[in-house]
Structures are given as structure tokens and as C-alpha cells.
DNA sequence: AACGATTTGTTCGTATGTATC
DNA sequence: TGATACATACGAACAAATCGT
């Protein structure tokens, strides 16, 4: 008896929703419904439904009701190329690896730029702070719904030195990899990733049409490619949001992956948390 | 004026803590006082504050009041080993990664058991639901703050093979990899892993200490490690909290990281959240 | 198109409980 | 122990969104 009632009523419905008894996608009671059910004051039901919305479980719609969020079926980027294969080539594995998964992929046509760089774009192309670079942003979606928001950043000199096509917004099929190694001989001998995870920006939140109330975060990958010399040639900041996305990497000698439509998401309560067993 | 009062108290008082104004660690005015700066009532600034909770910029804490939250430094695990080694040996390098940063790495005995594989377990084993598997779980800390949980599962078969340490709850300095190696002649030729971002059960919650309400989650990392055969021979599950950890990988060749200690965490708002420039 | 019924969202006031110093 | 500060809970009123008539 020592929890809050908000709580009793919070924990009482989880259990109705991860039994199955409340399904998916259906509706709970109004909150004036919970009122009588529990015997408490819309205003605890509402602090109950509250904890459920910070957790995921369900959302309310004004004028509508509350209801069981749906689950989503994530989508698997992998990070690492081929294992046995020579460095490099991870440019246009994004459509493969949706296709192969049957859903349906779409890119927006790059938006490109110039602009100053920020102390993340400074410190990966080791270019000064506030040095021009190009940008090209790209916006990916998948079965219709957002996916992930990319921007690639590529010194200058680039253009200078002739791949002027970075700076058309057009998109460039065979891959910006391919395209400076075909017109600067400039080869990426590998990349390195940071991944972080946080709360989304404004932005974000909008574009994603996240609550916005941050309880979904993004993850954020950085990777820096670098040439043979080890010389930084390109900055792609990838921004996901958690709650669809999950990733993988392979490295050494690695089997094919089976299918197997399970091992998913959230019910998990299981693995490494058995700590007060 | 089409925001509510909650909202617009709760974007002031971010202003400020953005700016400065607020300092990290500082205290805020009681709910009492803030209700008679913005003329509101005390469930409004009630409201308020909870918002900047979720969004992670304040903490209450009873008796005492309301603070602006500091920030934590980042602990960086790298989930490739060097990119030109051969495969393998990414056995002890917690330690080494934790010392190079200068700071102080503890790692809890190891809790040794035998347990029923759940659904992910048996899918990444390759083994049947049910099957028994040996479970061995750490806890890892660094500066005295918990840091992750681990826990690594072998098929019951090494045990009657021979490497019956195992099944010992004393550390294997040399790392398993090599105590497998050295004891069935087994050589880890690969490993896959899988990223996911979560939110926090309740063990995990209480043990790192997280803020109840589910708002910060966790990231777990699946490792399968595969023989020269293919064959899965480990899997290992590790939990982190996503509000102190980030992650990296290097693919190719790649220069050695240079030491800066920014471009770290939250107040980002740059790079390719773009979207409505 | 307008209206009313339903449902969630916001705001207020108030009282009492619990944690901290 | 008392004072202070946040936590929980109740009741009430009106606003805003949605849907069917």
C-alpha cells in the first residue's frame, strides 16, 4: 500500500496492456470512466495516464480518448560495410538493405549548400571553425513515414579542385564516394563512427512528428571518412529517431544473418538486467 | 498568447538556463516563489517544472528544491577493435579504454549462473527456447558511478567440452576469448552486434539510479560472436545508460583519435537538424 | 455549415503527506 | 522538533479538439 494511487492505477493498466487484455491500438476508458473504475479524481487518472504516456504505452488523442500505442517494426542500419571486403563502398546500401527488408524507401533530393562550420564540422574535417563547407542534406523515408534526416559536409577544397557536381542539387547516383574517387582519384580508405544518443531539437521533434514532450530521443551518428594520408574528407551526421531505428555492425568473419521477425523491441524485460535476482 | 501559462513559464525558465543565467547545479526558485513571479498558481509552475524535467534541464529533489541539472562527461566505448588487427581479442580493452581517459574503472565479480534461454538468447545462440545456457553478469563502474551491466551467455556444451571456469564466479583475467581458445581450441572469428535504444525496466532504473519517469533510456548492445565455422559461441548483452555513454567504430583505415574534450553532448542544436532553414 | 455531445487539455484553489535540514 | 519544500490528491471550471447529427 505504499504507492501512490496514481501509480496502483498506472501499474494496474500496464498489466492490462502487456497481458493482451487491453490489444493494441484499442481505446481505454475516458478518464471520467477511470474516475468510477478506481474511485479517485480525474486528476489522479490523470496523473496515472500520464506515467503510461512517458513510458510509451499509450497516447491521447483531444476529443478522441486515450489509447494502446501500436508498435512499430524498427529498421536496421548496419554500420560496417562487407567485413572480407576492401574498405570503403557503403554508398548507396541504404536502398539495398530496405529493399531487402520489403518496405519501401524514399530520399529527398539533396539540399545543398555552403555554410559555416560549426565546432563538430571544425573538429571532424579539421578545418577552422567558422570555415565554409559544403552541405548536402537529405531528408529518408520509409513505407511513407520519416525515417531519418542526413547531411553530409565536404571541405571546399573539393569543389575547387574540380567535383563540382557536390555542389548541384542533384542527387548523385553512383554515390559521392565513387564520384570524388572518379574525379579527384581520391579514395576513402575508412570512416570512423560516433553514436550518440539525445533528446531531439525542435526541429527534430516537428519533423519526425515525435511527442513533444522528449520523451523519445534521437540517435545521432557522426561518421568521418578518411583518406589514405588519414586525411578527413567528408562529415555525415545522421539523426534517427530511437523509437523506429536500431543498428548493427559486423566485424570479422560474421555468417549471414537469418530472418527472423523477433528479438525486437520493447517487452523485453529480459538479458543483462538480472541484477536483484 | 497561444501557448499555455505552463509552457511559456517552462520556455522562460529554459531561456535562462540556456543562457546562463541559471548555472548548472544551481538552485531554482521554490514552486512558492515561482508562482508569485509569474502571477500563476502552484500546480502551473507545477507543470512547468515537469516539463523541463522530461526534457532533461532540472531535478527536484524533496525537502530541498529544484536544480538546474549538470552535465556528465560522456564515457566513449569503441565497438570495433583496431581496424587492421586481426580479428578477435577485444577481450580486456575496458580497462585500457577507461585508463586512457583518466579515470578510475571498477568491475563487480562476476555473478555466475545457469538459465533458461529466453527468446533473443535462444535466437542468437542458436539454440532451442528453454535451452540451458551458462549466464555470467558484471557490473562496470567508472569514477564510482555505475556505468553498465553485462551479462554474457555460452552454451552448456563448452562446460562438458572442458572449460569448466565458466561456471567459476571468479574473473577470467585473461579474458574469455582467450580462456576459450586455450582451453577447446576455439577461435572467435567475428562478432555482430546489434544496438538498440530502450527505455529503462525497473531493475535498471533502480540500479542506475535513473529518474523514474522513464525519461532517460538505455541502450543495450547484443554481441554475437561467431567461430570460424559460423557457429554463434557467445552472446552478450550490455545495458548503458544513455545519458553518460556514447559509442564508436572504426571501419577501414583510420588515424588515431585526437584528444579534444568537446564536441561531447546536449546543447547541440546544430548539424543536420537543418530542416526548416 | 452549424450545433451539441463527448473527450482531453489547462488552470485554479485547497488540503494533506513526506522528505530534508 | 519545527520549518521548508516538493509530492499526492481532491474538486471545480472552462477551453479546445473531434465527431456525428
Known amino acids: 500500500m505504499a504507492d501512490p494511487m496514481y501509480r496502483r492505477i498506472a501499474e494496474d493498466l500496464r498489466r492490462q496492456i502487456e497481458s493482451g487484455k487491453l490489444a493494441p491500438g484499442s ?12 474511485e479517485a479524481s480525474r486528476n489522479t487518472v490523470r496523473d496515472a495516464i500520464k506515467w503510461l504516456i512517458t513510458r510509451g504505452l499509450v ?33 548507396h546500401t541504404y536502398t539495398q538493405e530496405v529493399t531487402a527488408t520489403l518496405r519501401l524507401p524514399e530520399s529527398s533530393p539533396p539540399d545543398v549548400g555552403i555554410r559555416p562550420a560549426d ?8 578545418v577552422g571553425e567558422q570555415t ?31 567535383a563540382t557536381r557536390l555542389l548541384q542539387a542533384t542527387d548523385i547516383v553512383e554515390g559521392t564516394v565513387a564520384y570524388l574517387r572518379e574525379s579527384l582519384g581520391l579514395e576513402q580508405a575508412g570512416y570512423r563512427d560516433k553514436i550518440i544518443v539525445r533528446a531531439p531539437d525542435e526541429n527534430e521533434t516537428r519533423f519526425f512528428k515525435l511527442p513533444d514532450d522528449g520523451r523519445v530521443s534521437v540517435i545521432e551518428t557522426r561518421r568521418t571518412a578518411f ?51
Open 27 to 38: 481505446q481505454l476508458l475516458t478518464e471520467l470512466e477511470l474516475r468510477d473504475e478506481y
Open 59 to 91: 497516447e491521447t488523442r483531444p476529443g478522441q480518448g486515450t489509447f494502446v500505442r501500436l508498435l512499430v517494426i524498427p529498421f536496421v542500419t548496419t554500420l560496417t560495410g562487407e567485413p572480407e571486403t576492401a574498405s570503403g563502398g557503403e554508398g
Open 119 to 126: 565546432p563538430v564540422m571544425a573538429s571532424e574535417l579539421q
Open 132 to 162: 565554409e563547407v559544403i552541405s548536402r542534406h537529405q531528408q529518408r523515408l520509409i513505407d511513407g513515414t520519416l525515417w531519418s534526416l542526413q547531411t553530409s559536409y565536404y571541405p571546399m577544397r573539393f569543389v575547387v579542385q574540380g
Open 227 to 277: 583518406d589514405d594520408s588519414g586525411t578527413p574528407m567528408r562529415l555525415t551526421v545522421s539523426v534517427y529517431p530511437a523509437d523506429r531505428n536500431q543498428f548493427a555492425l559486423n566485424v570479422g568473419k560474421v555468417p549471414a544473418e537469418v530472418m527472423d521477425p523477433q528479438s525486437a523491441d520493447s517487452p523485453d524485460e529480459s538479458a543483462a538486467s538480472d541484477t536483484t535476482k
